[in-house]
């Protein structure tokens, strides 16, 4: 870990923005890091035939983990720690497989975390349905990345909302096809939308729900100015 470095950029970024962090391994998660390792379909396989070698692997990791983070996290000056990974989500494996091959390990994970004073966000690229309550189990302090069905994920907003705010705190929600292809205008008209469904309430920050590499200028020019137009009444 680079803190000469680390410290730099926070001081740069200063109350512009937050800075994220990351852990040792592929993934954050356990389960996703092992998919990474060893092929996701494999796991899925070995997890229904041979789950007792699964957790045994899962468990090796686990521990390269929590020792990682005891050497490293607690002097590490970021805003949040990235947990989790996209081969937890429900568009990838079950709820049923998650609580048993995601769900104990995260949590081992996200208090050795929060014990180095670091807040989690759980990142689950695409499908959230049916894990709303298990991410909350988890103890991440976050939940992204509310990826719409038009980029192939399973959230639309009221029904995660309603499970999930007050509980954590939401990022994503912004397609990037929208965000890359759509008119300035759709987009603005998309962000207001975004904040009466996840925003209205606080606790959320919009944000694309996946890396884009293609958007024009103006296109994020409008994303930003819808954003700033939203405000809270409170």
Not at 2 to 18: A, F, N, P, Q, T
Not at 94 to 123: Q, R, T, W
Not at 189 to 211: A, H, M, Q, T, W
Request: net charge negative.
């Amino acid at each position: 870990m680079d803190y000469k470095k680390i410290v730099e950029i926070y001081d740069c970024l200063g109350d512009s923005g937050i800075l994220r962090g990351t852990m040792w391994g592929e993934q954050g998660g356990c389960w996703q890091h092992a998919c990474v390792l060893y092929d996701i379909e494999e796991m899925i396989w070995a997890a229904i035939d041979d789950p007792s070698w699964v957790h045994d692997f899962l468990k090796i990791l686990l521990n390269k983990k929590l020792d990682w983070i005891d050497c490293n996290m607690k002097d590490a000056k970021f805003d949040l720690v990235e947990s989790g990974g996209g081969a937890a989500s429900s568009t990838v494996i079950s709820p049923a497989m998650f609580e048993e091959f995601c769900l104990p390990y995260d949590k081992i994970i996200h208090n050795a975390l929060h014990e180095a004073g670091k807040p989690v966000i759980y990142h689950t690229c695409g499908g959230m349905h049916g894990l709303f309550e298990l991410i909350i189990s988890t103890n991440a302090d976050v939940s992204e990345t509310l990826t719409p069905k038009t980029q192939g994920g399973n959230i639309e907003g009221p029904e995660l909302y309603k499970a999930m705010h007050g509980y954590v705190s939401l990022i994503g929600g912004m397609g990037v096809n929208l965000l890359e292809n759509g008119e300035p205008e759709e987009i603005k008209k998309e962000v207001k939308r975004l904040f009466e469904v996840f925003g209205k309430d606080g606790g959320y920050i919009c944000s694309p729900s996946d890396n884009f590499f293609e958007a024009p200028v103006e296109n994020l020019s409008a994303f930003a100015e819808a954003a700033r137009s939203c405000v809270y009444n409170f």
